[in-house]
């Protein structure tokens, strides 16, 4: 499974950024042979400051369509806050200030055009505690579809209900209890939930911040085997401490180190041969 | 070499005895506080219960031609100081309504006089020794007795204590609370989300939020000043009545709703708006689909809370004129009208003993409706509160 060719040249975002037409200093070099490679999202010198302290520090990253993309490395190095930065949850946040591109589908998400609404509806997000709305399983399903106007018929909401449900691989375990409250459901349930909630909509991208770190094993394994189904329709970025995951789910892994992407790269040719002395220590397990 | 537990157990006993203290001194105030409020509702049940019940007196009442024009004459010169003037002056009308009354002599059940009532009741009364001799007898024939005091909960203030009632003070309450609502619950709520959900943390919200809670400690008093000098002379809104004594009492509240609404928000957790949030949800959507259901509960507690404040308020509603002598019981929002503690400040200023007892029966129906309202209270956060 090693067969990969490995890039020459070592991938560093401290080399400066470059213009737009060019091939990004943090795209990774090697790819799966099978994977996709259009692009879901450009991220071009992308910076953010909370306050004073800055956060992420000229970011530059591709991030292909229909794979799994891991997001890695020590505490507060800006993996989550860059994962935010994709859908705009920063703007939450008061005092905090980015500038820099993130590009998708041609459109700068940053820009003052560009409603933050429409894009959290196609780019989904599922978060580090499961989150479900105190409400029905079902509702918790329903409820974004029929308020972004998807569907309004009755039978129509339930046929979608069920095909997410089912995307999430919760639909046999729910299906008699559809209008218990969600959180009635075990953690790891709850955590599905949440991901048929952001597919219902039928999202381009999902962001997972740490989606099985308050997860059982067990539970943790159910969700990894389903980002890897839901891969075929979706572009997963996933922010994750568990190395062992990033290797096992991400076709794609970038190490984020003290607000910059110290390395980015097919995950197998990162966890077999990293080009880099910190993204080496952090993966061996020297530090982090 | 660590100390054997004996030593260290004689150092501790100092800090235990302290504790011990604390502890009883503790259980003393607690004690101390509920001996208080036991005191309290005894005195008020016992000055209070026998407002709620009313001498009557069994008499001749001759319906003759002449009583028709001099009320007085139905009934003997000997029981005439005892029978209630109040209820002398319904007889022609009585007359008129039933004409075939005239010329007829009957053994009614009327109304006594409130002297007859204190002295029946064994209280101090003004009645002359002859006048009690006649009471003692019909008590004897069996022809004077108390009787459940309807009058007090159907009729408006007299100043008659026999004819003296609660109501006009209760629907007035009802009436002012209902404008009070209805304009402070949204106001208040809606501040509220604002400055909890929408507004920017700097200076200007920082000033608006430190006099929101200083608001809710001003003296009721200047709130009532303000209400005099805004919504009477200002706008022009007509004094004494439930709007002018509403919207006073609306200023009052707004604070208290305002910071329990506030609290209540903050106490939803953000991953549920991060959630709404994340699945596309406008601001608005995120607040009215989700922060505020799960928040409701709280703001239903403050509110009524704050409502059952406002309603035992006096001293705003002297100044915008509430403190009215209402007979009558109204139904509308802009007749003058009285509300339940101001009618107990009334009577409690009036010489007459009599209404000794109508000051207390009218603490006992406040404190029965505040009881009601806070118990309201918690029922419903104890039925709405969800735990996700």
């Known amino acids: 499974m090693m067969n990969i060719q490995v890039a020459e040249r070592s991938v560093s975002p401290m080399t400066g950024h470059q213009s737009k037409g060019e091939p990004a200093v943090g795209a990774p070099v090697t790819r799966n042979e099978e994977a996709h490679h259009e692009l879901a999202i450009r991220v071009r010198d ?58 998708m589908d041609g459109r700068d998400v940053n820009e003052a055009k560009m409603d933050e609404v429409a894009l959290r509806r196609r780019v989904g997000m599922v978060f580090q505690k499961p989150n479900p709305f105190p409400k029905s399983i079902y509702e918790n399903v329903a409820y974004a579809p029929r308020m972004h ?63 099985t770190s308050a997860l059982d094993p067990i539970s943790t394994a159910t969700i990894e085997d389903l980002m890897d189904k839901l891969k075929q329709q979706f572009t997963i970025i996933t922010v994750t401490h568990n190395m062992q995951q990033a290797a096992r789910v991400a076709d794609y892994t970038a190490f984020f180190h003290l607000g910059e992407v110290v390395e980015y790269n097919d995950t197998q040719a990162m966890f077999s041969n ?14 982090g | 070499m660590s100390q054997p537990f004996d030593e260290i157990s004689a150092q501790l006993r100092r800090r235990h005895r302290k504790s011990a203290r604390l502890k009883w001194i503790s259980m003393g105030a607690l004690g101390l506080a509920g001996l208080f409020l036991v005191l309290f509702f005894a005195d008020m049940l016992v000055k209070g219960l026998p407002a ?22 139905a009934v003997q010169e000997n029981v005439r100081p005892l029978v209630s003037r109040g209820y002398l002056r319904l007889i022609p009308g009585r007359m008129d309504d039933n004409p075939e009354l005239l010329g007829t002599t009957r053994m009614e059940w009327v109304l006594a006089d409130g002297q007859v009532d204190q002295y029946l009741k064994g209280h101090h009364s003004k009645l002359r020794d002859s006048e009690q001799a006649v009471v003692d007898r019909l008590a004897a024939q069996g022809r004077a007795e108390l009787r459940f005091n309807t009058t007090f909960f159907t009729r408006g203030d007299s100043k008659m204590p026999e004819l003296a009632g609660i109501a006009a003070a209760a629907m007035g309450t ?170 107990i400040f009334t009577w409690a200023g009036e010489p007459d003993r009599a209404f000794i007892e109508k000051t207390s029966g009218g603490i006992l129906v406040l404190l029965a409706v505040l009881i009601t309202l806070n118990a309201t209270a918690v029922v419903m956060r104890k039925k709405f509160e969800r735990r996700w």
């Open chain 1, 46 to 103: 992308l910076n953010l400051w909370y306050g004073q302290a800055q956060a992420l520090k000229s970011i530059n990253l591709d991030v292909y369509q229909k794979n799994v993309t891991a997001l890695i490395g020590p505490s507060g190095c800006g993996k989550s806050t860059f994962l935010r930065c994709l859908n705009r949850m920063n703007d939450l946040i008061p005092g905090v200030r980015i500038d820099g591109l993130v590009e």
């Open chain 1, 149 to 211: 106007d998807l569907v309004s018929r009755k039978t129509d909401v339930d046929e979608l209900v069920e095909r997410a449900l089912r995307d999430a691989g919760l639909w046999e375990e729910v299906k008699d209890k559809l209008h218990q409250p969600g959180t009635s459901l075990s953690g790891g349930q709850q955590q599905r939930l949440c991901i048929a909630r952001a597919i219902a909509v039928q999202p381009d991208v999902i962001l997972m911040d740490e989606p």
């Open chain 2, 174 to 343: 009802v009436l002012t609370l209902l404008v009070t609502l209805a304009v402070s619950f949204p106001i208040g709520v809606m501040t509220a989300v604002y400055l909890e959900e929408f507004a920017p943390d700097n200076r200007v919200t920082q000033l608006i939020e430190i006099n929101i809670n200083n608001l809710a400690a001003i003296p009721s008093i200047l709130f009532g000043l303000l209400g005099l000098a805004i919504f009477i002379n200002f706008f022009g809104v007509p004094r004494s009545t439930p709007v002018v004594g509403g919207l006073t009492l609306a200023l009052m509240t707004l604070p208290v709703i305002i910071i329990s609404t506030r609290t209540a928000l903050r106490s939803v957790p953000d991953s549920i708006r991060h959630a709404a949030f994340g699945v596309g949800c406008s601001r608005w959507q995120v607040v009215r689909d989700h922060v505020l259901p799960l928040a409701m509960p709280g703001i239903m507690t403050g509110s009524i809370i704050g409502l059952a404040q406002a309603m035992g308020e006096t001293a705003p509603l002297i100044i915008v004129g509430m403190v009215a002598f209402i007979p009558d019981v109204g139904g509308s929002f802009t007749e003058a009208a009285t509300v339940l503690p101001a009618q």
């Open chain 2, 52 to 73: 709620f019940q009313q001498a009557r007196i069994q008499v001749e009442v001759d319906y003759s031609e002449r009583a028709s024009q001099l009320p007085l004459a």
């Open chain 1, 274 to 287: 990293p080009h880099t002395k910190k993204a080496e220590d952090y993966i061996t397990g020297r530090y």
